[in-house]
Protein backbone atom coordinates (compact mmCIF):
# COMPACT_ATOMS: atom_id res chain seq x y z
CA UNK A 1 0.00 0.00 0.00
CA UNK A 2 2.85 2.07 0.80
CA UNK A 3 4.48 1.99 -2.33
CA UNK A 4 1.67 1.95 -4.18
CA UNK A 5 0.99 5.56 -3.04
CA UNK A 6 4.62 6.42 -3.08
CA UNK A 7 4.46 5.62 -6.90
CA UNK A 8 1.34 7.73 -7.35
CA UNK A 9 2.82 10.42 -5.41
CA UNK A 10 5.40 10.49 -8.11
CA UNK A 11 2.79 10.55 -10.95
CA UNK A 12 1.18 13.78 -8.99
CA UNK A 13 4.50 15.46 -8.10
CA UNK A 14 4.80 15.78 -11.82
CA UNK A 15 2.45 17.43 -12.69
CA UNK A 16 0.70 15.19 -14.74
CA UNK A 17 -2.55 14.64 -12.99
CA UNK A 18 -4.31 15.36 -16.46
CA UNK A 19 -2.20 13.15 -18.23
CA UNK A 20 -2.94 10.13 -15.43
CA UNK A 21 -6.67 10.98 -15.78
CA UNK A 22 -6.36 10.57 -19.54
CA UNK A 23 -4.29 7.61 -19.65
CA UNK A 24 -7.33 5.97 -16.71
CA UNK A 25 -9.60 6.89 -19.27
CA UNK A 26 -7.92 5.17 -22.33
CA UNK A 27 -7.11 2.12 -19.69
CA UNK A 28 -10.66 1.93 -18.89
CA UNK A 29 -11.95 2.13 -22.67
CA UNK A 30 -9.22 -0.59 -23.69
CA UNK A 31 -10.85 -3.07 -20.91
CA UNK A 32 -14.31 -2.80 -22.21
CA UNK A 33 -13.94 -3.28 -25.13
CA UNK A 34 -11.61 -6.40 -24.45
CA UNK A 35 -8.12 -5.17 -26.35
CA UNK A 36 -5.31 -6.68 -24.44
CA UNK A 37 -2.85 -3.96 -24.34
CA UNK A 38 0.24 -2.92 -21.79
CA UNK A 39 1.32 0.31 -20.46
CA UNK A 40 4.73 1.30 -21.36
CA UNK A 41 6.66 4.87 -21.53
CA UNK A 42 7.39 7.07 -18.78
CA UNK A 43 4.34 5.97 -17.16
CA UNK A 44 5.15 2.64 -16.87
CA UNK A 45 8.51 3.61 -15.54
CA UNK A 46 6.55 5.03 -12.30
CA UNK A 47 4.38 2.09 -11.79
CA UNK A 48 6.84 0.45 -11.01
CA UNK A 49 8.02 2.66 -8.44
CA UNK A 50 10.89 3.90 -10.67
CA UNK A 51 11.74 7.42 -12.65
CA UNK A 52 12.26 9.00 -16.30
CA UNK A 53 12.67 12.03 -18.11
CA UNK A 54 9.91 11.30 -20.49
CA UNK A 55 6.55 12.61 -20.39
CA UNK A 56 4.44 10.35 -22.61
CA UNK A 57 1.62 8.17 -22.48
CA UNK A 58 2.20 4.78 -24.49
CA UNK A 59 -0.11 1.94 -24.50
CA UNK A 60 1.02 -1.02 -26.62
CA UNK A 61 -1.49 -3.20 -28.76
CA UNK A 62 -1.73 -5.75 -31.37
CA UNK A 63 -1.92 -4.50 -34.77
CA UNK A 64 -4.56 -6.15 -35.33
CA UNK A 65 -6.55 -4.41 -32.73
CA UNK A 66 -5.90 -1.29 -33.74
CA UNK A 67 -8.92 -0.73 -35.80
CA UNK A 68 -10.97 -1.72 -33.13
CA UNK A 69 -9.26 0.44 -30.30
CA UNK A 70 -9.40 3.61 -32.61
CA UNK A 71 -13.18 2.77 -33.10
CA UNK A 72 -13.86 2.13 -29.56
CA UNK A 73 -11.90 5.36 -28.58
CA UNK A 74 -13.85 7.42 -31.37
CA UNK A 75 -16.91 6.42 -29.58
CA UNK A 76 -15.91 7.46 -26.34
CA UNK A 77 -14.69 11.13 -27.23
CA UNK A 78 -11.06 10.65 -28.04
CA UNK A 79 -9.80 12.90 -31.52
CA UNK A 80 -7.98 9.74 -33.33
CA UNK A 81 -5.41 10.04 -35.50
CA UNK A 82 -2.88 7.94 -38.02
CA UNK A 83 0.45 9.18 -38.66
CA UNK A 84 2.75 8.87 -41.30
CA UNK A 85 4.61 6.13 -39.37
CA UNK A 86 3.50 3.06 -39.59
CA UNK A 87 4.19 1.71 -36.13
CA UNK A 88 1.46 3.25 -33.97
CA UNK A 89 -1.32 5.32 -33.99
CA UNK A 90 -2.83 8.26 -31.75
CA UNK A 91 -5.61 9.52 -29.93
CA UNK A 92 -6.14 13.11 -28.90
CA UNK A 93 -7.86 13.81 -24.88
CA UNK A 94 -8.49 17.73 -25.65
CA UNK A 95 -4.52 18.95 -26.27
CA UNK A 96 -3.27 15.51 -24.56
CA UNK A 97 -1.70 12.85 -26.44
CA UNK A 98 -1.80 9.10 -26.41
CA UNK A 99 0.33 6.87 -28.45
CA UNK A 100 -1.12 3.61 -29.39
CA UNK A 101 2.51 1.49 -30.53
CA UNK A 102 1.80 -1.95 -32.22
CA UNK A 103 5.44 -1.98 -33.30
CA UNK A 104 7.73 -0.80 -30.89
CA UNK A 105 11.41 -1.26 -31.79
CA UNK A 106 10.82 -2.64 -35.25
CA UNK A 107 9.44 -5.58 -33.49
CA UNK A 108 5.14 -6.47 -33.32
CA UNK A 109 2.93 -6.84 -30.55
CA UNK A 110 2.18 -9.89 -29.79
CA UNK A 111 0.71 -12.54 -27.13
CA UNK A 112 4.13 -12.71 -25.79
CA UNK A 113 4.68 -9.51 -25.49
CA UNK A 114 1.35 -9.32 -22.64
CA UNK A 115 3.01 -12.06 -20.98
CA UNK A 116 6.29 -10.26 -20.05
CA UNK A 117 4.01 -8.19 -17.83
CA UNK A 118 3.33 -7.62 -13.82
CA UNK A 119 -0.55 -6.36 -13.09
CA UNK A 120 0.06 -2.53 -11.30
CA UNK A 121 -2.28 0.53 -10.12
CA UNK A 122 -1.83 3.25 -11.93
CA UNK A 123 -4.24 6.22 -9.81
CA UNK A 124 -6.56 3.31 -8.16
CA UNK A 125 -7.05 1.77 -11.54
CA UNK A 126 -5.03 -1.62 -12.26
CA UNK A 127 -3.34 -2.46 -15.84
CA UNK A 128 -0.50 -4.60 -16.92
CA UNK A 129 2.05 -2.70 -17.22
CA UNK A 130 4.81 -3.79 -19.43
CA UNK A 131 8.07 -5.18 -17.14
CA UNK A 132 10.91 -3.07 -15.95
CA UNK A 133 13.10 -5.78 -18.07
CA UNK A 134 11.00 -5.07 -21.55
CA UNK A 135 11.18 -0.88 -20.92
CA UNK A 136 15.17 -1.24 -20.25
CA UNK A 137 15.77 -3.55 -23.34
CA UNK A 138 12.54 -1.07 -25.41
CA UNK A 139 14.90 2.29 -23.95
CA UNK A 140 18.21 0.76 -25.20
CA UNK A 141 17.08 -0.48 -28.68
CA UNK A 142 15.50 2.78 -29.50
CA UNK A 143 19.23 4.77 -29.17
CA UNK A 144 20.63 4.62 -33.01
CA UNK A 145 22.88 7.37 -34.83
CA UNK A 146 19.80 9.69 -35.02
CA UNK A 147 18.55 9.19 -31.31
CA UNK A 148 21.08 8.51 -28.72
CA UNK A 149 20.22 10.83 -25.66
CA UNK A 150 21.73 8.38 -22.57
CA UNK A 151 20.51 10.67 -20.39
CA UNK A 152 17.23 9.66 -20.82
CA UNK A 153 17.74 6.11 -19.86
CA UNK A 154 19.66 6.40 -16.74
CA UNK A 155 17.38 7.53 -14.50
CA UNK A 156 15.26 4.39 -15.40
CA UNK A 157 18.30 2.45 -15.40
CA UNK A 158 19.27 3.65 -11.48
CA UNK A 159 15.67 3.18 -10.32
CA UNK A 160 14.68 0.05 -11.60
CA UNK A 161 17.61 -1.83 -11.67
CA UNK A 162 16.60 -4.51 -8.60
CA UNK A 163 13.77 -5.26 -11.20
CA UNK A 164 16.03 -5.44 -14.29
CA UNK A 165 17.04 -9.00 -15.57
CA UNK A 166 20.40 -7.58 -16.55
CA UNK A 167 21.93 -10.77 -18.10
CA UNK A 168 18.13 -10.66 -20.60
CA UNK A 169 19.01 -6.75 -21.43
CA UNK A 170 22.70 -8.18 -22.94
CA UNK A 171 21.50 -10.88 -24.56
CA UNK A 172 18.34 -9.29 -26.37
CA UNK A 173 20.64 -5.88 -26.84
CA UNK A 174 24.11 -7.71 -28.20
CA UNK A 175 23.10 -6.64 -31.55
CA UNK A 176 23.25 -2.62 -30.53
CA UNK A 177 26.58 -0.77 -30.18
CA UNK A 178 24.79 1.86 -28.80
CA UNK A 179 23.15 -0.68 -26.30
CA UNK A 180 26.74 -2.14 -25.32
CA UNK A 181 28.02 1.77 -24.83
CA UNK A 182 24.96 2.19 -22.27
CA UNK A 183 25.71 -0.51 -20.79
CA UNK A 184 29.67 0.52 -20.68
CA UNK A 185 28.16 3.67 -18.82
CA UNK A 186 26.16 1.80 -16.52
CA UNK A 187 29.59 -0.36 -15.54
CA UNK A 188 31.70 2.88 -15.48
CA UNK A 189 29.02 4.70 -13.35
CA UNK A 190 29.05 2.11 -10.51
CA UNK A 191 25.14 1.68 -11.59
CA UNK A 192 25.39 -2.16 -12.68
CA UNK A 193 28.72 -3.87 -13.36
CA UNK A 194 29.04 -5.88 -16.08
CA UNK A 195 29.68 -9.20 -16.24
CA UNK A 196 32.91 -10.36 -14.38
CA UNK A 197 33.44 -6.88 -13.35
CA UNK A 198 34.45 -6.18 -9.49
CA UNK A 199 32.81 -3.22 -7.91
CA UNK A 200 34.67 -0.04 -9.03
CA UNK A 201 34.49 3.56 -7.75
CA UNK A 202 32.28 6.31 -9.71
CA UNK A 203 33.50 9.02 -11.60
CA UNK A 204 32.53 10.97 -8.68
CA UNK A 205 34.43 9.44 -5.95
CA UNK A 206 31.76 7.21 -4.13
CA UNK A 207 31.75 4.19 -3.93
Request: charged share 30%; proline share 5%.
Amino acid sequence: MRARRERENRMAERGDESLVHTLKKVAAVLKQTEIPFALGGSFAVYAHGGHSSDHDVDFLIRQQDVDGALRALAQAGFRTERPPEDWLVKVYDENRMVDLIHRPIETPVTDETFGDTVIRPVDAIHMPVLSATQLMVHKLLSFSQHYCDFARGLPLARSLREQIDWDRVRKETEHSPYAEAFLILLDRLAVVPLPGAGGGERKDGTA
